[in-house]
């Protein structure tokens, strides 16, 4: 039953980008479901990034000691400045790091 239900994902993940991206087949969208669907990466990652940063042991964790806020600030602002995604990560993730070894200690 496992192995129908990955076979049956993978058999449906494909097909829906298939169709997308296959050049010769005739289906386009139209350009008010592509701007609609451009909504859609920010809201997906949102969601994933906003409970790491946020919460903590399933509570709300605002404080001025969480290396997750820092982190993601600084990563905010890198990303708005340089437009580098490289930078930003390999930046962010030390600065995270750092304030988890040396500053941040628990």
């Known amino acids: 039953m496992i ?14 980008r298939y ?6 087949l005739p289906l386009r969208l ?3 479901v592509q701007r609609f669907l451009s909504y859609s990466s920010p ?20 404080d001025s000691f969480n290396p997750y ?3 993601s600030l600084l ?6 400045k340089t437009k580098n995604v490289l930078l930003t990560t390999v930046v962010s993730m030390a600065v995270f790091l750092m304030l988890n070894l040396v500053l941040f200690r628990t």
Do not use: D, Q, R, Y
């Open 3 to 16: 192995m129908l239900s990955i076979f049956a994902m993978t058999a449906l993940v494909f097909i829906s």
């Open 19 to 24: 169709l997308f991206l296959e050049p010769k």
């Open 30 to 32: 139209s350009a008010n």
């Open 43 to 62: 809201a997906v990652l949102t969601a994933i990034w906003a409970p790491i940063v946020f919460t903590h042991e399933k509570s709300l964790w605002l």
């Open 69 to 71: 806020i820092w982190a």
């Open 75 to 80: 990563a905010g602002i890198l990303a708005w």
